[in-house]
């Protein structure tokens, strides 16, 4: 496996990274399959695993720090912090008070001392940036972190991060973890270049688009799927199922799966390091495999920018972030009063 520097920080990883999220209650509640899913990842050559707090609330990371046991000095570990761990309204966001806490409850899970690289896992408006970079700088200081990164940050706040670490003498973001897909190619705009101005690492997240393009979900077929299940508006939207059928006969000219032609897609751009895969079973895991050593030729790059222009959405993507000039229609209208004044 050819291995990637991770930005700047001169650890190598791999350009598959296993994502832990299907590991739990969410998706594969089989803790030994689980293990077994992760150790056939690590003999494949995979040196770099991704979880986070919030999955299966904390079932993940315990998973994750039972299969890494005499392991653990050959693998990148990464995790994350941010989202609701319980019902106090301070065990969430990005303040001091909690990181210092859910660090110490991630390392206890994880069963290590340290993690290789500790993730903000998503913007918090209510919280001073600086606030989240002095408590992570202490952290590093105190040898429990090795590197810190920011999930799905637009660019504008990976860019305003990086002006305070400097001018506060703070560690500063090495990582940034955004989603990234045939289907969701925005950060191609703004986001990739910033992180590549910043000598920052891409580890992206929903290559396969919420597995959409795994060629499972085509136009008037509605398989049975966790993801329907929970209401995922994704896997119904017309727009993105219409490009599915578009890339399809693409793949197979190429002679290739749909699965295989996206992830070659995602790890073919310069800035992208590494691309997350979340397998929840051995089978998924096989098949991602399979295709980790596919180049995608030039004309089928040409042909995937015919059908989704670089630098777009197809739609909208459930779980990414919607900074509050967005999701706060209140932020993007004048009182009506005002209005009517005017």
């Known amino acids: 496996m050819q291995y990637r520097t991770l930005g700047r920080t001169g650890i ?72 609701p761990m319980g019902d106090d309204p301070n065990q969430r966001g990005n303040s001091r008070r909690w990181l210092v806490r859910a660090l110490e409850d991630s390392l206890r899970r994880l069963q290590t001392d340290h993690v290789d690289l500790y993730q903000i896992h998503r913007p918090s408006p209510d919280t001073d940036v600086e606030e989240t970079l002095s408590a992570l700088t202490d952290l590093m200081r105190a040898g429990k972190v090795r590197a810190i990164g920011s999930s799905t940050f637009p660019a504008s706040e990976i860019v305003e991060a990086q002006w305070i670490a400097e001018r506060r003498g703070l560690a500063r973001f090495r990582t940034e973890q955004p989603p990234y897909s045939i289907l969701n190619r925005g950060i191609e705009r703004e986001v990739l270049p910033v992180c590549q101005s910043y000598g920052m690492g891409a580890m992206v997240w929903s290559p396969l688009a919420q597995g959409m393009l795994t060629g499972r979900y085509r136009k008037g077929q509605r398989p049975d799927s966790a993801r329907l299940k929970l209401g995922s508006k994704d896997l119904t939207d017309e727009r993105k199922l219409d490009v599915v059928e578009l890339l399809i006969p693409v793949a197979a000219e190429a002679g290739l799966s749909l699965t295989h032609m996206a992830m070659a897609f995602v790890v073919a751009h310069p800035a992208v390091t590494s691309a997350i895969i979340g397998p929840r079973t051995m089978e998924h895991l096989d098949d991602l495999l399979a295709g980790s050593e596919v180049i995608l030729e030039d004309q089928v790059l040409d042909r995937i920018d015919e059908i989704v222009p670089p630098g777009t959405d197809v739609g909208p993507l459930d779980a990414a972030y919607l900074p509050p000039a967005i999701a706060n229609a209140g932020l993007r209208r004048r009182p009506s009063a005002e209005r009517a004044a005017a």
């Open 12 to 83: 190598k990883v791999s350009p598959y990274c296993l994502g832990a999220m299907m590991f739990g209650a969410f998706g594969n509640t089989d803790h030994d399959d689980c293990i077994r899913i992760i150790h056939k990842a690590l003999d494949a050559g995979i040196n770099f695993v991704d979880t986070a707090d919030a999955y299966s609330r904390g079932e993940s990371e315990e998973i994750v720090g039972k299969a890494l046991k005499g392991r653990r000095d050959t693998i990148v570990l990464a995790t994350k912090a941010h989202f």
